[in-house]
């Protein structure tokens, strides 16, 4: 099946530890996003890519990095800098060039600081 | 800056109904739209899309509504299910020229369809 994976489905993180989650496509899509979400709030740009080795700050970049080594893999690192990491991470991919904007998005990872 | 946004936060109804959820945007250069559903703990599912060459589109069960003049966009969903118990949004994209649009997701209404 096609689809976009994340893992783990939940993280749990002391504060001053830096944490990576994993998002995975096998779409071929040369676009991946990643978005944070609050609770009973829509989602936030945190950075996206266009093609491999290139990604871009979205709106809230600060305290996160991002690497984009392989077109499929799209991975966030959350670093001790995110004053407030605790929210659902949602990474999402979509085809660039066939003129749609639809994003194709992972079942979400949900991240806790204690 | 630019922005989506819904006009109500909420949207209870009985099962069989049509529901209507409403949204607001602010870019009169966005030229492509998307409605999400979300269920809850889950990732955004896509209902439906609709271009600004067009006003109206129809899908099974939903149909998006766009009017450019007063910049409003809205889901209808006929004979609404328990199923369809969720968190909508909608989502507009620029593509400014190029391939690549980035899109800006409004703030969500909650469906909720009482049996």
């Known amino acids: 099946d096609g689809g976009i994976t994340q893992s783990p489905k939940y993280l749990f993180r002391k504060e001053g530890q830096n944490v990576t989650l994993s998002c995975e496509q096998n779409l071929n899509h040369d676009a991946m996003y990643w978005y944070r979400q609050d609770p009973g709030q829509g989602l936030r740009l945190i950075y996206y890519s266009q093609i491999v080795n290139d990604f871009q700050k979205g709106d809230i970049a600060e305290g996160y990095s991002v690497s984009r080594e392989k077109k499929e893999s799209f991975p966030l690192t959350v670093t001790s800098a995110q004053k407030n990491p605790t929210a659902f991470y949602l990474c999402?991919?979509?085809?660039?060039?066939?003129?749609?904007?639809?994003?194709?998005f992972g079942p979400g990872t949900r991240l806790t600081v204690l | 800056g630019e922005s989506v946004g819904l006009h109500l936060p909420t949207l209870s109804v009985q099962e069989g109904d049509n529901s209507i959820i409403n949204c607001a945007y602010s870019?009169?250069?966005?030229?492509?739209f998307i409605w999400y559903k979300q269920e809850s703990g889950k990732g955004p599912q896509f209902i439906i899309d609709?271009?600004?060459?067009?006003d109206k589109r129809q899908g099974q069960r939903v149909t998006v509504l766009l009017n450019k003049t007063v910049k409003h966009l809205s889901l209808q969903i006929a004979a609404t299910q328990p199923g369809d118990s969720a968190v909508y949004f909608c989502?507009?994209?620029?593509?400014?020229?190029?391939?690549?649009?980035?899109?800006?997701f409004g703030q969500g209404t909650i469906l909720t369809v009482h049996p």
């Open positions: 870019n009169s250069a966005s030229d492509y």
């Open positions: 609709i271009r600004s060459n067009m």
């Open positions: 999402a991919s979509s085809i660039v060039g066939a003129g749609d904007g639809e994003q194709f």
């Open positions: 989502a507009e994209n620029w593509a400014g020229g190029t391939s690549y649009g980035k899109l800006t």
